[in-house]
């Protein structure tokens, strides 16, 4: 028996912000071209240019923020490339993903009216590495600057009078690596730079993200990037603030099979490899702490998920990967520790939308699947914007090999309307647990309870372009719940997510 507590009374003052639910497009493989942007004159229906299904889909889950345009590719664009006529723009080479030519159809004013369609917020990754401060900061005017001016006036004769409202704002990408194999010193030199012209035109107020470590290298190092930036950009909030947030980059990873080949070893590498992602996390946390004990800067996993193989016969800088069950686990785990950490973790961006990594969606022609990773997506919705609810777990552990892991991970918040939600993961392949949950103060009743369960027999159970329908939520039913002194038990089958909603008594 696993217990856990839920204490209703003492909800935490932290709210699990939406854009924890966020997510990233980068020109890269097919994610932007097939995935998201067909072109106005295509046989699949698209709404000028961009994919209609695709859209509906990303609507249904509620997308907060969508990162654009990269990645690496971010600090290789030049924005001027993608704006007027679509006959007229260069063609440029995609050379970190496979020198593929890169039409520059999709380009400023199309990704903003991606945004429109999909009701979210855009958060542009700014150019560092190969790119000039003047360069960043036309864009931020060409984009949010309401006078008269050379680069306002451009986007008018571009066919845009009004400025677009742009907040979240990203100055580089992993800048360490392919945006420049820079030094933290020298990066954080730059960014004090740049930020000095990320200028707030006519209303606008941009949320300033720099680019922070990734979590799979040695936290030492981890650590002193992050500290290079807190400490050089402190105490220069005189004028206005250098950065709103930093960013850190995660992937779990566990050898370079392709996603289906999910054996029960690497099964539990690859839910080890997931769950680290909280030691980084915490780690980032204590030094933020430090320097910002009253939570100003956010923390903002902008890139996150699942890095296996790509799948037989496709072009390896495509990074096309299939989505499983296994996917489905990992992607609760992450938005489970992320609320959890909610106080810090202001935003959150998987990798990626569509066609590349950990996919919602995958497209082959005019057909599109839900992933499993969708689906989880779609579960967790309901905690959205949501207050944190302190969730104890004392889970069992379970030991396979040299691996030992906790058998139940989850997270647990109260909407607007006093309704609990609870999400709770069963890592363990092999064996179902019976649960045990206490409300302790808080008067629950079985009618008011709605669940939904994601799983399936197989590790590797897959949705397909043949079997589109393989791996998705059903709704667990009522009668299994049994309520005996306020406390709530209930089974939870192996390998599962499940997503419970409780209305409470008055
Ligand atoms: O998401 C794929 C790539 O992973 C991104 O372009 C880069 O930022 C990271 O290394």
Known sequence: MIKIQIDTKQSSKYIISKHIYGHFAEHLGRCIYDGIWVGPDSKIPNINGIRKDVVEALKNIKIPNLRWPGGCFADRYHWKDGIGPRNLRPKTVNAHWGNIVETNYFGTHEFMETCKLLDCEPYISGNVGSGTVKEMSEWIEYMT??????MANLRRQNGRDKPWKIKYWGIGNENWMCGGNMTANYYTDLLLRYSAYCNDFSGNKLYKVACGPVGEVT????????????????NRLFFKPIIEGISLHYYTRAGAKP???????RWYQAMKSALYIETPILEIKNLMDNYDPIKRIGLIIDEWGTWWGVEKGINPAFLYQQNTLADALIAAIHLDIFNRHCDRVHMANIAQTVNVLQSMILTQGDQMLLTPTYHIFNMYKHHQDNKLLPLNIISNDFIHEKFKLPAINGSASIDKE???????????????????????ESRINKNEINATILTSESLNAHNSFESPENVRPENYPID???????????????????FITLTQLE
Do not use: H
Request: some cysteine; hydrophobic content about 35%.
């Open 145 to 150: 600057f309401d006078g008269e001016s050379t």
């Open 219 to 234: 936290i030492d190092w981890v650590l002193n990037w992050v500290e290079t930036i807190l400490k050089k950009t402190k």
């Open 259 to 265: 996603a289906t080949q999910m054996s029960t070893r």
């Open 418 to 440: 006093n309704n609990i939600c609870l999400s709770l993961t069963n890592l363990n392949p092999e064996e179902n647990y019976e649960i045990e949950c206490d409300f302790l």
């Open 480 to 498: 299994k719940f049994k309520i005996s002194n306020n406390r709530l038990s209930f089974e939870i089958p192996s390998k599962s997510v499940l």
